[in-house]
Nanobody
Framework: QVQVVESGGGLVQPGGSLRLSCAAS??????????MAWYRQAPGKQRELVVS???????TYVESVKGRFTISRDNAKKTVYLQMNSLAPEDTAVYYC????????WGQGTQVTVSS
């Protein structure tokens, strides 16, 4: 089964940027057929799907991140990226990647903290 490892989080000031990476194991051909998504879970809140990208590259975003976040993928590297700009304190959360259905084993996530 495909497994994922998230990385790239950290502490950033409001208005700053981060790029998250999600590296998948297994076959690149199989990975290329998966739609993938980024989720986040803020303290005391449920995990929410933030953005997704289909196998063909079509993307969907929740309203709160539109214009600030960009998802992309490199199928040859079996990696999904999340470029986050204009970060705000409300973006503070642990960020995870998975399929839009959450069908893969969840990784440990990567912590993003936006604070001055």
């Amino acid at each position: 089964q495909v497994q994922v490892v998230e990385s790239g989080g950290g502490l950033v000031q409001p208005g700053g940027s981060l790029r998250l990476s999600c590296a998948a194991s297994g076959s690149a051909i199989i990975f290329s057929t998966y739609s993938m998504a980024w989720y986040r879970q803020a303290p005391g809140k449920q995990r929410e799907l933030v953005v997704s990208i289909s196998s063909r590259g079509s993307t969907t975003y929740v309203e709160s991140v539109k214009g600030r976040f960009t998802i992309s993928r490199d199928n040859a590297k079996k990696t999904v990226y999340l470029q986050m700009n204009s970060l705000a304190p409300e973006d503070t959360a642990v960020y995870y990647c998975n399929t839009p259905r959450g069908s893969l084993k969840w990784g440990q996530g990567t912590q993003v903290t936006v604070s001055s």
